[in-house]
């Protein structure tokens, strides 16, 4: 596609469900990124891929947390026994390149998450 | 810890103004400054990004970054209805993954 894909768009569960997000980034990217964005907050890091690579896991706030991107393309975001505080968008991005040099995120349009 | 800090809102401006966003950051280390545009109920989007002390100018929008005081700020001349939206600062540490700020909302009324 010509974007960033993020699938489900929204999401509901209800406390201690298990959910998994989607991320399809743009066709060639290297890194891919997961980021947790609350309500007025900006971006909060999560995770970073390169390729198939997990490089940087230090932006995920619990063990219930778990990320992969097995062939080095589509990414998904699992989160277990979902809690009240995980509700939040769940913003993914890809770049070109890789961290060593900056390179342009570009950003999908973010799964909602509502944890009742 | 990294800290990139900015200004909730919001800021309010009429139509044809100039609109003034800054940024402050603690890594005295940082070298390159983003400036992203968040529409709200949407994914953001880079606007602008600086590596060099001073001013950079694109269209309507001016980057200017002062690394001895540590901040850097978006100015957006002849506001328009449609720049409403939400200005995120992003300040990529050493592994240059960003941190970002909270944001700040920007409302230009007519």
């Known amino acids: 596609g010509a974007g960033v894909s993020q699938s489900p768009r929204y999401k509901v569960a209800k406390r201690g469900q298990d959910v998994a997000l989607r991320c399809d980034p743009i066709?060639?990217?290297?890194?891919l990124f997961w980021y947790q964005q609350a309500l007025g907050q900006g971006p909060e890091f999560l995770t970073y891929?390169?390729?198939?690579?997990?490089?940087?896991k230090s932006g995920l706030p619990s063990d219930r947390f778990f990320a992969e991107r097995p062939e080095g393309s589509v990414s998904t975001l699992k989160i277990q026994r979902t809690q009240q505080e995980d509700s939040a968008v769940y913003l993914c991005?890809?770049?070109?390149?890789?961290?060593?040099?900056?390179?342009?995120?570009?950003f999908g349009p973010g799964t909602r998450l509502t944890v009742l | 810890q990294k800290e990139v800090e900015q200004n909730s809102g919001p800021l309010s401006v009429p139509e044809g103004a100039i609109a003034s966003l800054n940024c402050t950051y603690s890594d005295r280390g940082s070298q390159s400054f983003f400036w992203y545009r968040q529409y709200s109920g949407k994914s953001p989007e880079l606007i602008m990004f600086i590596y060099s002390n001073g001013d950079k100018e694109d269209g309507r929008f001016t980057a200017q970054l002062n690394k001895a005081s540590q901040y850097v700020s978006l100015l957006i001349r002849d506001s328009q209805p449609s720049d409403s939206a939400t200005y995120l600062c992003a300040v990529p540490g050493g592994s240059y993954i960003p941190t970002f700020g909270r944001g700040t909302s920007l409302i230009v009324h007519p």
């Open positions: 891929f390169q390729n198939e690579a997990q490089l940087d």
């Open positions: 066709s060639g990217h290297v890194s």
């Open positions: 991005a890809s770049s070109l390149g890789t961290s060593g040099t900056y390179n342009e995120q570009f």
